[in-house]
């Protein structure tokens, strides 16, 4: 079975999340990805959310890094996907558009 994100229906208070990811570099030139430093919240857009969800697509949110399920998939041109799915819970900010 071939899944695409539009394939991807979150249920209740789900929300599936697009993550950004952010890199930090040494001044040797190491790259260090974001999960190696902080324990912060991940920010993220979400992309699809369930039909009980305050939240909307196109939200840019700030969630707990450890209380996600992460979907991997390949897209159609076999690009590998990585999105969250997690709750509403989960979501401890959003960014304003005010």
Do not use: W
Not at 53 to 73: A, M, N, P, W
Not at 85 to 97: F, G, M, P, Q, Y
Request: proline share 5%; hydrophobic share 40%; aromatic share 6%.
């Amino acid at each position: 079975m071939d899944i695409t994100l539009e394939k991807i229906v979150p249920l209740k208070k789900s929300v599936l999340i697009k993550p950004r990811t952010r890199t930090a570099e040494t001044d040797g030139g190491l790259v260090i990805p974001e999960e190696s430093y902080t324990p912060t919240p991940v920010v993220g857009d979400v992309l699809a959310v369930g039909e009980e969800s305050q939240f909307k697509v196109g939200d840019i949110v700030f969630f707990r890094r450890y209380s996600i399920d992460e979907l991997k998939f390949n897209t159609a041109d076999g690009v590998q996907q990585i999105v969250s799915l997690i709750t509403d819970d989960e979501i401890v900010a959003k960014i304003s558009n005010g």
